[in-house]
């Protein structure tokens, strides 16, 4: 009926009446009116889209005078459905990637999603230009990921639009849910970080903090996820391939980006950096809607290519294409893939390229803008009161020698002026206590690929030394290197000659100083004058003394020695760029992203740093949107949290879900509880079925750890745990087990790195695990264990409202937050975990009695390390049961002694147990315990369930937002009239 539907109506019927039906049409002729050139009709879009790019700006149309006058853009939002439908049969009909015959589920994504942004357009122009006109002071996010998720559902959501699309798009014989599954996820992510990001810009919107964020617009992503019987295979992602309909691509904004080359002196001694390879970074910009209110932000996405002159036009008639497009090839690249494999050199180069790709196009672009803001008269000492950069971890630590460059170099201003400006303008949020994650860049890649960036991290690193050796002296010089060998940017190379001629002039004086207090006390000592004779004859031989041959090498002194020693480096040791001590010295203000993580920070990480500079460090425990992660993806619970609460100011005030704990006990309100899990249960088993095949009971308890697989998030600790759980089953007998284990459907997701060898083989041992069990007639229904491929944000959107336990056992110490246990724990599911990252925050908030704790402490795993190293662990007989189960081969013919063997021996890379799985493994084993028993009293269950709920209003991201706003960056929410 919809094909013939569609194939009846043609474009001359559409006289965009098309919000006739509405008594308001004057205002929403805005989006759609009809006019008229020569003897044809046309359709004509009146929204307009403003370029930001300074000189390259150009007004595509303006809104009539007396509709921008009276404020009217902004209140042309309110369309029924059948303005709705009118819009989308448009965007359907004149849209050229589909057939105009067919009006399938694609097609109706495609033009559903352009009719959003078609609104979206309308506030996003408004807000621009009124931050515009009152030049208010923006926070810029640079991020090397946004996972974003799909946009549809979230867009409407927050336009409150989504009754209005369903209803129009049930006429046009569609269904919102099935229309909405048919968006692809963005694969702009990996994890949490990239979500978080996403989090950040929705919350920014929605308080109406005047805000912008930076990325890359990856091609493919990180990669798409395929399980099959070898484990994990990656395959390039097609988010793209039909197109992305919330994105506009700004052919007018583009700026130069250069790599290699050499750095000369010019003119009035100025530096320039020339020669090398140049490429062209493309804006490509995505609304970002807030929540109840005008306020839209961008969310620009660089795009990468080089100019056409560059394209070898006589190497290609020549017919040598490769020639032809090998420049074009080389820029196209650096946007391929999030994350690209690192093992080779050209993988390092092609992520540094990545890096300060999005660094200086973000700092061209941001710099344009405050010109154009500034006037005629530019005051650059002003540039920190209009904008605040936040680097979002490491990747975008370039920022800091990028924005001095530009500065000095474009700019004009000298080195005092751009440093002041640059510390007062730039932060750094860490997200990792691991080492191997703190970034570290190869010395001869930097020089190479960045010259001139290079020549400024070492300036900047020789000052910083300076003030290191005002703090500390040059009297001890072990104390002093063992602080330079912790906060020197440039690791393991030689000190400059300047500091090196000032510590061997201390030593000297010091040296000195000593000669000077022995001789004094050799004569204190002295009864008796000395003759002149005494006197004389230690000098006669020196004065008689040849002098020394001209050709020798003079003797380097004791002192020179003494400190040369001192701070050689290290030959076999490679010379690294060290990011986040740069990202330490160059900011003004350093933030952990939770209360632990933040603690660690000062205590460990940059413990050095916090002595010299404790003002900069800060706490920002992170936080999730409840728009999208619990409003949007589950409704059901949604309601009931307004019924109980009053109205649904929980969504942008969450301290209002507190009040759910004056009804934790209500009967009423458990039966609804109750009732909304379950059917979320339901959805999550026919989703299951539909991504492996295989079928699970919603009366068993969905135990889910989705997350990215790594070592320390303790993935083995997890599925060992099921391995044991399995054995036990199958040593009881059908009563037995019925009688001491509840159901369970064990659920994983998450994606490994694709080098990462030790995290393939954990998903290879899960889907072989679960392979074995949910094949066991013997087990049934009682234990499931299911891996989810190709984990994303629209899974995590399925999985979490049907979540009950859910897992978050990192070892602690390691997981600098977490957000995914934010979701859970505001989702209702308790969670099992560590005294790590957030857990913390959310065991106080949610109260001990409703989260399941076990394991070792932060400040006890070094020791156990230790206890490790010496040999004086001794395993748990329950932790080599499950070992040796494995070894058995039940779990098929794969061979896991790497596995299981990185589980044993003292030392050793790859081995003993870095991870603290054998020390956690028996107190992990006890404590699902004590899951299983508080299960089966469901009574005791719900009332944990809503309590984690009530306990989660802690963690939105919009009370982070309001930290960042108030401590970081120092903006004011500016409220669109």
């Not at 005294?835 to 908030?845: C, F, K, S, T, W």
């Amino acid at each position: 009926m919809v094909v013939s539907a569609f194939s009846a109506w043609d474009s001359t019927s559409l006289l965009l009446s098309t919000f006739s039906s509405n008594p308001k049409r004057s205002k929403r002729d805005l989006v759609f009116r009809k006019s008229s050139v020569g003897s044809r009709d046309y359709v004509r879009r009146c929204f307009f889209v403003k370029s930001v790019a300074g000189e390259r700006q150009q007004k595509l149309e303006d809104p009539p005078a007396t509709i921008r006058e009276k404020g009217m853009v902004l209140d042309a939002l309110s369309p029924d459905s059948a303005s709705v439908v009118s819009s989308i049969k448009y965007r359907a009909e004149f849209n050229p990637l589909f057939s105009p015959v067919v009006f399938n589920l694609a097609k109706a994504y495609y033009a559903t999603a352009e009719s959003v942004r078609d609104m979206l357009i309308i506030n996003w122009n408004a807000t621009n230009e009124y931050y515009e006109k009152l030049n208010v002071k923006q926070a810029y996010y640079l991020s090397m990921e946004f996972l974003q998720g799909r946009a549809l559902l979230n867009a409407i959501g927050n336009l409150e639009l989504t009754g209005v699309y369903a209803e129009a798009l049930k006429k046009l014989g569609h269904n919102l849910e099935d229309v909405a599954r048919q968006e692809p996820d963005a694969a702009l992510g990996n994890g949490g970080l990239g979500r978080l990001a996403s989090c950040f810009l929705d919350s920014m919107a929605t308080l109406n903090y005047p805000g912008w964020g930076y990325g890359l617009r990856y091609r493919y992503g990180l990669f798409k996820q395929l399980i099959t019987k070898d484990g994990q295979e990656e395959v390039a992602e097609n988010w793209l391939e039909m197109g992305n309909p919330w994105e506009i691509v700004r052919n007018d904004v583009f700026y130069p980006v250069k790599f290699y080359g050499k750095v000369i002196e010019g003119r009035e001694g100025r530096k320039e950096w020339v020669g090398g390879e140049d490429i062209i970074a493309i804006a490509y910009d995505v609304p970002i809607p807030g929540y109840k209110t005008k306020t839209t932000l961008n969310l620009r996405l660089w795009s990468t290519k080089v100019a056409s002159e560059v394209f070898d036009l006589h190497a290609f008639n020549a017919g040598d294409h490769a020639k032809a497009y090998e420049a074009l090839k080389r820029a196209e690249k650096i946007c391929y893939v999030l994350y690209p494999g690192d093992e080779s050199y050209e993988g390092k180069t092609l992520r540094l390229k990545q890096q300060y790709t999005l660094c200086s196009a973000s700092l061209q672009d941001i710099i344009t803008r405050f010109e154009r803001r500034s006037g005629e008269t530019v005051k650059w000492e002003n540039f920190p009161e209009k904008v605040a950069l936040q680097m979002n971890d490491t990747h975008p630590t370039l920022c800091i020698p990028e924005l001095m460059r530009i500065l000095i170099d474009v700019k004009g201003l000298n080195w005092e002026e751009a440093w002041k400006i640059t510390q007062r303008t730039v932060a750094y949020t860490n997200h990792t206590v691991l080492p191997e994650a703190l970034e570290k860049w190869d010395v001869n890649l930097m020089q190479q690929l960045l010259p001139r960036h290079f020549e400024i991290i070492r300036t900047i690193e020789e000052e910083f030394i300076d003030n290191i050796i005002s703090k500390y002296g040059t009297e001890d010089l072990d104390l002093l290197q063992k602080k330079l060998k912790q906060m020197r940017i440039l690791d393991n190379m030689e000190l400059p000659s300047s500091v090196l001629k000032l510590l061997i002039k201390s030593q000297e004086i010091i040296l000195a100083k000593t000669v000077k207090e022995d001789k004094d006390s050799e004569s204190d000592k002295m009864a008796k004058p000395i003759s002149q004779d005494e006197v004389k004859k230690p000098n006669d031989k020196a004065v008689t003394k040849k002098p020394k041959d001209k050709d020798k090498k003079p003797e380097i002194s004791k002192a020179e020695k003494k400190v040369k020693l001192t701070f050689e480096p290290t030959p076999k040791q490679p010379q690294l760029v060290r990011m986040a001590n740069l990202c330490v010295v160059g900011g003004h203000a350093v933030n952990g992203v939770a209360e632990i993580h933040s603690d660690i920070v000062k205590k460990e990480v940059f413990n050095d740093f916090y002595q010299l500079w404790p003002e900069k460090f800060q706490n920002k425990t992170n936080g999730v949107t409840p728009r999208r992660w619990m409003s949007f993806c589950n409704p059901a619970l949604s309601k009931i949290v307004t019924k109980w609460t009053g109205s649904d100011y929980w969504l942008i005030n969450t301290e209002k879900l507190a009040e759910l704990r004056k009804f934790a006990d209500n009967e009423e309100l458990h039966s609804e509880w109750t009732e909304a899990k379950r059917n979320n249960k339901k959805k999550v088993a026919s989703f299951l079925k539909e991504k492996t095949g295989y079928v699970v009971s919603p009366d068993a308890m969905f135990d889910v750890q989705i997350k990215r697989i790594h070592e320390y998030k303790r993935q083995l600790l997890n599925i060992l745990g099921i391995v044991y759980r399995y054995k036990k089953m199958k040593e009881m007998s059908r009563e037995e087990r019925e009688e001491k284990f509840v159901p369970r459907v064990c659920i994983f997701g998450g994606k490994a790195f694709a080098t990462y060898v030790q995290a393939k083989r954990i998903v290879k041992f899960i889907t072989d695990v679960g392979s074995t069990i949910n094949h066991d007639p013997e087990i049934g229904d009682l234990l499931k264990v299911i891996f989810v491929p190709d984990y994303n944000v629209s899974v995590a959107e399925v999985l979490i409202p049907g979540s009950e336990l859910s897992q978050h056992i990192s070892t602690a110490g390691m997981e600098a937050s977490g957000t995914s246990n934010m979701k859970f724990s505001m989702n209702g599911c308790i969670l099992i975990g560590t005294l790590d990252g957030a857990n913390v925050e959310i065991r106080q908030e949610v109260g001990e009695d409703n989260f399941f704790l076990f394991g070792a402490r932060a400040e006890e795993i070094a020791g156990l390390r230790q206890e490790r190293a010496k040999g004086k662990f001794v395993p748990d007989p329950r932790f080599e049961e499950a070992k040796a189960f494995v070894r058995t081969g039940v779990f098929g013919p794969y061979n896991y002694n790497e596995l299981m063997g990185s589980l044993e021996g003292n030392e050793g890379y790859g081995r003993a147990d870095y991870f603290l799985v054998g020390k956690d493994f028996p107190s992990y084993i006890e404590c699902q315990e004590k899951v299983d028993n508080a299960y089966k009293n469901q009574k005791k269950w719900t009332k944990m369930s809503i309590l984690n709920t009530a306990g989660s209003f802690k963690f939105s991201s919009d009370r982070t937002i309001n930290e960042y706003a108030r401590e970081i960056w120092k903006i004011e929410p500016v409220v669109l009239p």
